[in-house]
């Protein structure tokens, strides 16, 4: 990659990490903020005592106000919803466990590993199929990158490492490039892909210093963004993303398909054709996967299949994601059959 950005030394906490403090982790403030009065915030608190709200501001600007039925809101909001429970809603429903090499790498596909980089997000997704992975023991330490790196040298047809998380563009400027650059040493490894929601959560991550990072490695740089609504992409999104995109990165994007929010195909095509505007491919569309907590969201396989057809019908074949679910030891994520 080429071109420098110059950066500013011995500057204050990065605004972005700023942001990222004062983000929205209270219920009461996130109602109110909105001008949404519940009757009963007992089940807010209680369906949010193990995975607790967290938005930036950013986001929450995005939302409509008075409108509990907000695509974006509904995303972020705890609800009583999650205290069901269901037997085929499991704490680990993609199999993480049994693709786990050691802790904070993942080998579950040929050719390319997951780092799980940190368990610290932007923004806590309530769908999300990690928000029980247990973080703690598992993310890829500073430590651990000798033995990573030795592992990669057993497996020479590893040719591609994805950070993921949690979120990789939570870690400082510092320990990112750190990560990166360790990564770039490495010469069997041709592509370094970030998985990150920040670019659209927290649009004021991307950052000169954190270009540079970037542009410094002479590893090709894919970035998997995760948008599941158009409203999520405004203008300040649309700018980080053709920086990125002026670098030289990739820009793909992946999308949950989720009750509620996106499950018409009306709004998968506008969020395509808003992607296209911001630089980005649609990658996959996923279906959820079944996590505990999580069920409120859930479609059955013929209305996915249904919305996907029309989807199809609507948009020009390089801007329709691909349709797949994850399922446990299978080598590659599973493209769904539409039955005719
Ligand atoms: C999803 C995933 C990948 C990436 O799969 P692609 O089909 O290449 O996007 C890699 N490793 C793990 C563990 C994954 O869950
Ligand atoms: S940003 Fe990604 S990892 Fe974090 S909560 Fe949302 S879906 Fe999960």
Redesign the pocket.
């Known amino acids: 990659m080429i071109m420098m950005i110059n950066v500013e030394k011995n500057s204050p906490t990065p605004h972005w990490q700023q942001e990222l403090r004062a983000a929205f982790s209270n219920i009461d403030d996130l109602l109110a903020y909105l001008h949404l009065d519940s009757a009963d915030l007992n089940l807010h608190y209680l369906a949010s005592k193990d995975f607790p709200l967290?938005a930036t501001k950013s986001y929450v600007d995005r939302i409509k106000k008075s409108d509990w039925a907000d695509p974006l809101l509904r995303q972020i909001l705890p609800l009583a919803d999650e205290l069901k429970k269901h037997p085929e809603f499991l704490n680990d429903p993609v199999g993480d466990s049994q693709a786990s090499i050691m802790p904070g790498l993942l080998h579950k596909y040929h050719g390319r590993v997951l780092l799980v980089t940190t368990g610290a997000?932007?923004?806590?997704?309530r769908?999300?199929?990690?928000?029980a992975f247990p973080y703690a023991a598992n993310s890829a330490h500073r430590s651990q990158i000798t033995a990573i790196t030795n592992y990669l040298r057993d497996n020479p047809e590893i040719t591609e490492v994805i950070l993921?998380?949690?979120?990789p563009l939570t870690l400082s400027d510092t320990k990112f490039k750190h990560l990166v650059d360790a990564l770039s040493d490495i010469q069997q490894v041709d592509r370094i892909r970030i998985?990150?929601?920040?670019p659209v959560?927290l649009p004021s991550r991307i950052t000169d210093g954190f270009l540079n990072t970037l542009v410094s490695s002479v590893k090709k740089i894919i970035m998997v963004i995760?948008a599941n609504h158009p409203n999520e992409l405004n203008d300040e999104v649309q700018k980080g993303l053709l920086k990125l995109k002026q670098i030289g990165v990739t820009l793909l994007n992946q999308t949950?398909l989720l009750k509620g929010v996106n499950d018409d195909p009306g709004t998968l095509t506008r969020l395509s054709h808003r992607l296209f505007d911001c630089h980005t491919l649609p990658y996959y569309l996923h279906l959820l996967d079944k996590v505990d907590g999580a069920q409120h969201f859930d479609l059955n396989d013929n209305t996915a299949t249904a919305i996907y057809q029309q989807l199809q019908t609507k948009l020009p074949g390089y801007l329709v994601p691909k349709l797949v679910r994850e399922e446990s030891g299978k080598a590659y994520k599973t493209p769904i059959q539409i039955q005719f």
């Open positions: 967290l997000c932007a923004i806590h997704c769908y999300c199929f990690r928000r993921s998380g949690g979120d998985h990150s929601r920040i959560v995760h949950v």
